[in-house]
């Protein structure tokens, strides 16, 4: 067996430390419910996990729920008739099954979850331990057997495993599981989310032999500079009739096609074996080449029987951290992540399979490549996944801050090093796991500490850290823990992650950043910029990727769609956020509303922003020239990537002016991981393109096709680009009559019939939203109503138009006002221009978000065109996911509200003429209100800021002084929009709810 020189201690080290942890385990029981020493099993055995070697108890139970603590003891019984008592989904919970009303966070109230089912004892069981396993109860439990208290388990998302043989009967046997919400440490499993409840894991029973089975199983790779591999397993066996010591062990390993590239043999000594072997050429597990191998391990007695076999995936990969870069296989990796949480919106924290592959899909087409499980371990199927589909975990430890007072009592140390044993005997061969965090923002001290040094003895091989609150990670930054090799931050200013990126001494993970709250997420692009400049940083996880929601059919958010989804008259999909919590009471001012998906999967437009953002294939050309005839464009691709080249996926290409695509093609890429190609695009221009407007429009494909990048590039013809609102001052337009009356309404007609009555409105603001809630606790962000009514100051007739002298005030009566004189005329072709000139008073105080002079349009018109940036919304930080092409979105569909940018030329259709429309500066603000499209050309545009952010760029209103600012308004001028726009067809809305949360 060759071994590397340069590692080979190391190794050794590594195995002795590995041994000598697996060895201690056996002894280390974990505390309980009660955090005393315990009477019931709960010793260290491997978790076996073969179908024909499980028995599941999935299925329909027995149920009662009961408020309080006390459980009668007649439903504890073996007799006792259950055949009243409902029915109950394992695994379920109990809110999502309508057993009780969903409770957030600390507002979970006591309860009792008495369940009962039967089972059959099996033949094969007979002379072997019986081990029940539970996978997740929520709060705890305590576990009988025909009547006989088995066990107990104070943790709702760690692993608990028990020996039941003992009360186990030949036949029909009964087991009652009691679940409550006060286990004794219970405020460590509650978060910033909904409390679930119940059995939310599977329930499965497996054997093994007394005269020998598995404790435990560590697969250790260590890759060389060369890409080859040194395989180490480690076991630790146990034996209830003696020692294990002289048991033999063998290990295989085989590859995807069931080739046996490795076979390991070594007998147990101390109660532990090492296995050693070296692969040449492996094929190495990545997130991006999720490579899988097979290992099967046979504990065998001195005579060569089987007494145990198991089989498990494993990758081939090492992760470990050098100075200050997170490595894996020797090559730094860069973190494109997203905090997750247990939560659906039908099946709260257990999700089924189908369920979680399908998010886990969501996430992989978000260019999600790193995930942090917050605030816990997930069920066992996710890591199961993650290990296939290729995503990098941070596995965290469960113990949040809302269980911080038990920091402070060194009782509670047994319980929380039991947590982290349980974590890390279940998921420590998951190539997947690259990581352990302990605990979620609790005050560091030495409690804590203690739970880091346990996991690093306890699994060496992977990094380790304490995501923290601000305040808490700038003291660990200054003095970190000897036992920590990650620093983890939340929510870092640039002033504080200079001071972190100057001090650092190992890499920084920023394990929340981005706060999406509501449909907010403005910190992203900047934030994301920035980590990826930082040679210490090794990225981090927007918090988060779905809304911790759920479906409810009760009245409590029927006045609070601000923060909640609601699907239709009678079903709302609740993310909490209630408005009428008192003063000092739990959980106040808190919302799960905090996703780039909505609570059942459906994606907000933050999760088409991540996707972009995220891409490891980047286009980093923005413009090109071409000239008619034949011309040639280079495209700078980046490839971001950790590992792999580019070969595989396909830059597609469409050469495109207004009314056709000109050219079309595709180019394979090839750049190399952490290079930039050029990629030569051929194409035909045509000698006379409409508009001189010509776009070329790249789309990244992935090998199997699907969309991984998209990018309008600008081709600068020799003609300049036509200037539409001069285009449509000069239309020949439909003779309507303009008016501007004394109560500062402007009215267009045509004959008899109106095409626009509304007020001279000015934009201040956005309608009130979850995050400017947040950044004000409640309290209106910046001026209320955002939409002001004008006050006539004068009008008078000039020129054939109107001048109209008008005052916007932010309270009748109020010194806070904006003062403007609004000109209306008539052009030449028949469009109405609509000048203005705006100036606040000098006492006008507060934010002005969006600003700007604004229209109300009949309820008959249902559609905006555009061209320019779409499909989304369009303001600072979040313009990353917006192309500039033809646009049109129904004035019902969920992403119709929000200012669009880049604008040329607009045009609302569905009434009695098309209308087109020309915005000074670019900038169009579309709002829904009362079934009115109710458009804005805005002088001004602010960011929507973050949870911890304050909108970006806001114009502070005493420094906003003289502005002035144009719309154009074109009535008929069907000719220049179906020029520009084709044939206007109307919009079909995408309305998956009847009312959702605003930004």
């Known amino acids: 067996m060759t071994i590397f020189n340069d590692t080979k201690k190391l190794i050794n080290c590594a195995v002795g430390i590995l041994l000598a942890a697996c060895a201690a385990a056996m002894s280390a029981l974990p505390a309980l419910g009660a955090g005393e020493e315990t009477r019931f099993s709960h010793e260290p055995i491997y978790p076996v996990r073969e179908r024909m070697e499980v028995t599941s108890l999935d299925g329909t139970w027995r149920f009662k729920l009961a408020k309080g603590l006390e459980v009668p003891p007649e439903w504890l019984a073996p007799g006792f008739d259950d055949s ?12 999502t099954q309508g057993f009780k009303a969903p409770e957030y966070g600390t507002r979970l109230g006591e309860w009792i979850g008495v369940y009962r089912r039967s089972f059959a004892y099996r033949p094969e069981w007979r002379g072997r331990r019986v081990v029940l396993r539970l996978d997740g109860v929520a709060q705890g439990c305590r576990i009988y057997v025909n009547g006989h208290e088995a066990g107990e388990w104070g943790s709702s998302f760690t692993m608990c495993q028990t020996d039941i043989t003992r009360w186990l009967s030949d036949g029909e046997n009964k087991l009652c599981i009691v679940v409550n919400t006060r286990s004794r440490a219970w405020k460590f499993d509650t978060f910033d989310a909904w409390s679930f409840c119940g059995i939310t894991c599977s329930v499965e029973l497996f054997s093994v032999s007394p005269r020998g089975f598995l404790r435990d199983v560590r697969f250790v790779s260590n890759v060389g500079p060369d890409n080859s591999a040194n395989i180490t397993v480690k076991v630790v066996a146990g034996c209830s009739e003696g020692s294990a010591d002289g048991l033999r062990v063998e290990a295989s390993l085989t590859d995807e096609a069931y080739r046996h590239v490795a076979n390991m043999r070594s007998t147990v000594s101390g109660a532990t074996a090492s296995l050693r072997a070296h692969l040449a050429a492996p094929r190495l597990w990545t997130a991006e080449t999720p490579t899988l191998y097979r290992l099967n391990i046979k504990l065998k007695d001195a005579r060569g029987n089987t007494l145990q076999s198991v089989n498990r995936r494993v990758g081939i990969r090492e992760v470990r951290v050098d100075g200050t870069r997170l490595l894996l296989n020797n090559r730094p990796i860069f973190l494109r992540g997203a905090c997750l949480c247990e939560s659906d919106a039908l099946e709260g924290s257990a999700m089924s399979y189908a369920t979680r592959r399908a998010q886990l899909a969501m996430m992989k087409q978000a260019n999600i490549n790193f995930i942090r499980t917050a605030h816990y371990p997930f069920d066992p199927t996710f890591t199961d996944l993650c290990d296939e589909m290729g995503f990098y975990v941070c596995d965290e430890v469960p113990f949040g801050s809302r269980g911080g007072e038990y920091l402070n009592d060194t009782t509670y140390l047994r319980e929380l090093t039991g947590r982290a044993q349980s974590a890390i005997l279940r998921d420590c061969n998951s190539p997947a796991v690259i990581m352990w965090s302990v605990g979620n923002e609790n005050k560091f001290n030495s409690a804590g500490d203690s739970v880091l040094a ?36 939340h929510y870092l200013n640039d002033t504080r ?35 990826r400049r930082e040679e210490k940083i090794a990225g981090g996880s927007v918090w988060c990727f779905a809304d911790q929601a759920v479906l409810t059919h009760n009245d409590n958010q029927r006045s609070q769609t601000l923060k909640s989804v609601r699907v239709d008259s009678l079903r709302f999909i ?12 739990n959980e106040r001012n808190k919302e799960g509303a905090d ?14 922003l991540l996707s972009q953002v995220y891409s490891p294939l980047v286009v980093t050309t923005d413009s090109v020239s071409a000239e008619a005839g034949r011309n040639t464009f280079a495209i700078a691709v980046d490839n971001r ?30 750049a190399e991981a952490g290079e930039t190609e050029s990629v030569a695009i051929a194409a035909d221009v045509p000698a006379n393109v409409p508009f001189a407007d010509m776009t070329l429009r790249l789309e990244v494909r992935r090998p199997d096709g699907s969309l991984c ?4 590039v600008t081709v600068g013809l020799p003609d300049a680009r036509a200037d539409y609102a001069g285009l449509l001052v000069q239309a020949d337009g439909q003779k309507v009559k303009v008016k501007a009356t004394a109560d500062g309404r402007l009215t267009v007609t045509k004959g008899r019939a109106t095409l626009l009555d509304s007020p001279l409105l000015l934009r201040v603001g956005r309608k009130p939203s979850i995050t400017l809630e947040c950044l004000t606790g409640g309290k209106p962000y910046g001026w209320q109503p955002y939409i002001l009514n004008p006050k006539v100051l004068g009008v008078k007739r000039s020129g054939g138009g109107y001048d109209v002298e008008c005052r916007w005030e932010r309270k009748p009566g109020s010194a806070q006002y904006i003062d403007g004189t609004v000109s209306i005329c008539l052009t030449e072709g028949g469009a109405v221009s609509i000048d203005y000139a705006v100036c606040p008073s000098d006492s006008a105080e507060g934010s002005l978000l969006e600003y700007g002079i604004t229209l109300s349009l009949p309820s008959s018109y249902d559609t905006f065109h555009w061209l320019g940036q779409g499909p989304y919304s369009h303001t600072p930080g979040k313009t990353a996911f917006n192309d500039r092409a033809l646009w049109h979105l129904n004035k019902c569909d969920i992403r119709f509200e929000g200012n669009r940018g880049g604008v040329d030329l607009a045009a609302v259709t569905g009434g009695p003429m098309p209308i087109a429309v020309a915005v000074g500066g670019g900038n169009a603000g579309l709002e829904n209100i009362d ?12 960011g929507y800021g973050a949870k911890f952010v304050a909108p970006q760029r806001a114009l502070r209103a005493g420094k906003a002084g003289r502005m002035v600012g144009r719309m154009v308004l074109g009535f008929g001028t069907e000719r220049l929009l179906r020029n520009v726009f084709g044939t206007l067809e109307a919009a079909n809305a995408e309305r998956p709810y009847m009312e959702n949360y605003g930004r």
């Not at 981005?514 to 980590?531: M, N, Q, T």
């Not at 956020?577 to 003063?583: E, V």
């Not at 990048?709 to 309008?712: D, G, I, V």
Request: one cysteine or more; aromatic letters at 12%; glycine letters at 10%.
């Open 931 to 942: 079934g009115c499209i109710v458009l804005t050309q805005n002088l001004a545009v602010a």
């Open 454 to 489: 346990y996991v690093r003895s306890e699994d060496p091989t992977r990094p380790r850290g304490c995501p923290q609150s601000v305040g808490a990670f700038g003291s660990f930054v200054a003095k970190p823990s000897p036992n920590a090799n990650l620093l983890m931050g």
């Open 641 to 670: 990537f950790d590992f792999i080249s580019a070969r595989g996926y396909t830059l597609c290409w469409q050469l495109c002016s207004l009314d056709s695509i000109v050219g079309q093609g595709s180019e394979p890429l090839s």
């Open 574 to 585: 609740d993310t909490y956020g209630l408005n009428d919590i008192p003063k000092g009471v």
């Open 497 to 531: 992650l200079n001071n972190a990126v100057s001090k650092a001494t190992m890499p920084i993970i920023n394990t929340e950043y981005a706060h999406s709250l509501g449909l907010a997420f403005s910190d992203l692009e900047a934030k994301y910029a920035r980590y």
């Open 709 to 712: 990048y998209h990018k309008a």
């Open 84 to 95: 009243r008592w409902a029915g109950i989904a394992v695994p379920g919970t109990w809110e």
């Open 595 to 608: 996703g780039v998906v909505f609570g059942d999967g459906y994606p907000q437009e933050d999760y088409f």
